[in-house]
């Protein structure tokens, strides 16, 4: 097998992540660095390439070996002009070419995408189903992110801005998003969240054995709801049940907008495993059509946080036209 890898960066609002990965999709090998608030981009830039750099030397491997270099960051940006434009939670990131400044001092070619839309391409390349069927990956996190892989593509639209749909509406007069609107996605089915509405509710009064974790301090997590609504606790099972419902909501949504072959759900909430999915496919049957049987499988993502670095080298592997030469 060819020891060539592409070098798979992975720039989130906290850390920083950068891996090695061959062809065939498998972390060679790997390495993260906390960030500072406020760190200037310039410095997190050196980080990237002094990383990538002590990782060649880690894996003996030359300049020569790598054949290209994938960055997945936080948006807005344009992946058609290498350039972040605005990145969330990244003090001072504006309008920072980060393609064509790795790509001259790495001397590689250099991809730049949307984080969100990398890790689908991680599951699309590398994840449990890559068969090459068209995905739709909702991440659920601290927000709702994700992506869509159509043809072997992402998908990015005319504003570069496809695949948010986080922020796609499914409660018209609902919860106020941070994006301006009201009854997005996120607002229902993030890990945040679904422990933002459990925690209101029962400070609004409503009887539940979280009230006690609350009393004593522990925190309480996404997991936390699904363990006590699996433990028959009647408000956690209501909010679990409006998070499938919405998340059943988007994927009736994503079917008749993409027709893909399956719905991924990964991040912190699908932690829950076949109880979200369960869940999600209940209320999904109940609401999608009888007129064809064009259901997307709704499946659990399989990289978990590196689906990231993955994706993103696997589209420095892309960008070649190769996958593996
Ligand atoms: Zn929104």
């Known amino acids: ?37 406020g760190q200037p981009s310039g410095e997190i830039i050196d980080t990237m390439v002094s990383l990538s750099r002590q990782l060649m030397l880690e894996a003996h491997l030359d300049k020569a070996d790598v054949v290209g270099v994938g960055v997945g960051s936080p948006g807005p940006l344009s992946s058609r002009r290498g350039m972040i434009i605005k990145a969330a939670n990244l003090a001072g990131w504006e309008n920072v070419a ?14 730049l995408d949307n984080d969100g839309n990398a890790a689908a391409f991680g599951e699309f390349w590398a994840g449990a189903n890559r068969d090459g069927h068209d995905l739709v990956l909702l991440t659920l996190g601290t927000g709702v992110g994700g992506g869509i892989v159509l043809g072997g593509n992402i998908l990015h639209g005319h504003f570069e801005n496809a695949g948010e749909i986080g922020h796609s509406i499914v409660e018209p007069r609902g919860r106020a998003c941070t ?28 009887a539940s054995a979280l009230s006690g974790l609350v009393d ?110």
């Open 179 to 206: 994006c301006g609107k009201l009854g997005c996605l996120e607002q229902y089915a993030s890990a945040s969240a679904v422990v933002r509405r459990a925690l209101g509710g029962v400070k609004a009064g409503k």
């Open 216 to 325: 004593r301090g522990d925190e309480v997590t996404a997991q936390t709801i699904a363990t006590l609504a699996g433990d028959s606790d009647a408000w956690c099972e209501q909010v679990w049940d409006e998070t499938c419902f919405y998340l059943a909501v988007a994927c009736v949504n994503i079917q008749h907008a993409f027709n893909p072959a399956r719905v991924l759900l990964g991040g912190g909430l699908a932690c829950a495993g076949e109880q979200l999915i369960d869940g999600v496919r209940n209320h999904f049957s109940a609401m999608s059509w009888t007129l064809h049987d064009d259901f997307p499988e709704i499946q659990l993502a399989s990289l978990g946080y590196d689906a990231g670095v993955i994706g993103a080298a696997g589209l420095a592997w892309q960008a070649l036209g190769a996958g593996g030469d």
């Open 98 to 111: 980060v393609r064509d400044l790795l790509s001259e001092i790495l001397g590689k070619p250099v991809v």
């Open 1 to 37: 097998m060819s020891a060539r890898v592409a070098i798979g960066i992975d720039l989130g609002g906290t850390n920083l992540k950068v891996a090695l990965v061959d062809s065939a999709g498998t972390i060679v090998a790997r390495a993260a660095r906390r960030l500072a608030d």
